[in-house]
């Protein structure tokens, strides 16, 4: 199948999209598919060879946070020699609705289109007032796919129409696998994410993690991300600021290392997620998960029981609750065992066999509709086929 994948979101900006969409081609390929993405990128970025650039992208606020998105009459151009040159059997395009190329190829893509969405924002203002825009390309699409039953939902108050839920994919066996580092083992809490990001819950640890270094002496916390590295520290009391390292971006297989290495991964977001891919990646490299409760995070930990939720935004909570996991070794390697037996129904081999069903439901639609057009066409004709 020659399929045809539209990332909204710079190639070169790591998120949670953007992963999905390469571990998706991916899996494609190795399935023997031959797949193309198109998305945006800056000059110069070292692309996989199944990426098409469509030029380079712009920082614009989309869903509380700043997507770097790419859209204009040259994009426009771009999308369609991509169509035109990749004669797809069928188009894949995440987040149709985001001013970017998702939006570009629904309006000039002819064929099946399938559709993800990500976004998990109750009161969009912004998807209501631009829907008399957005229902021309929505009504292309021939099949809804939502990473979470909160992205339906969005989906469905503010777009109507409904959606089928497949969540995010992750290859289990490669955080799994991975081999712990030493130095990153310990009493360690580990966080992964933008640093300068609020909605990312960063400021919400770092106000938590007094409480929990009086009470663990021997812990300390390991951060992966980019962002002021200064300010984040800044409220810290300077003697506690040592307990803290950070490490940069990482690539794929240190981020599984860290993983692995940490006794609990942190994910203290306050908002804007609509699943938790990083809660997925994390239970697959066997650490103890302690999140925030938003929907989608209580989802994915199965209610609580893959791993531990505190109140959104309560540093307290989130310090006892850390104190409490770090001081019991028996908890922790029960939630271990659990969050490894949950993990499994997140993995490539059931997602992609999901999405890959998506697809074939869709062109063998059109191959129907197709012959049948064809068949009226004979018989406006006169003509009898053999």
Partial sequence: MRIGIVC?????????????IR???DHLIRRGHQVSVLAPADDGTPLPPYVVSAGRAVPVPYNGSVARLNFGLLSAARVRRWLHDGAFDVIHIHEPTSPSLGLLACWAAQGPIVATFHTSNPRSRAMIAAYPILQPALEKISAR???????????????????VVIPNGVDVDFFADAEPKEEWRGETIGFIG????????????????????????????????????KEAV???????????????MVSDEDKARLLRSVDVYVAPNTGGESFGIILVEALSAGAAVLASDLDAFAQVLDGGAAGELFANEDADALAAAAVRLLGDGKRLAELRERGSRHVRRFDWSTVGADILAVYETVTDGAASVAADDRARLWAR??????
Avoid: C, N
């Avoid at 909204?8 to 999905?20: A, I, L």
């Avoid at 796919?145 to 469905?156: G, Q």
């Avoid at 990001?197 to 663990?216: D, F, T």
């Fill in 145 to 163: 796919i939502a990473v979470s039953e909160y992205a339906r939902r969005t989906l469905v108050e503010h777009l109507g129409g409904d959606a």
């Fill in 194 to 229: 933008r640093i300068d990001e609020p909605r990312k819950g960063l400021p919400v640890l770092m106000r938590a993690l007094p409480k929990i270094l009086e009470a663990r002496p021997g812990a300390r916390l390991l951060i992966a991300g980019r962002g002021d590295e």
């Fill in 23 to 25: 571990d998706l081609a």
């Fill in 8 to 20: 909204p979101y710079s190639w070169d900006v790591p998120g949670g999209v953007q992963f999905h």
């Fill in 234 to 248: 800044a409220d810290l009391p300077a003697p506690l600021r040592g307990r803290v390292e950070f490490l940069g």
């Fill in 381 to 386: 004709l006169g003509l009898a086929r053999d």
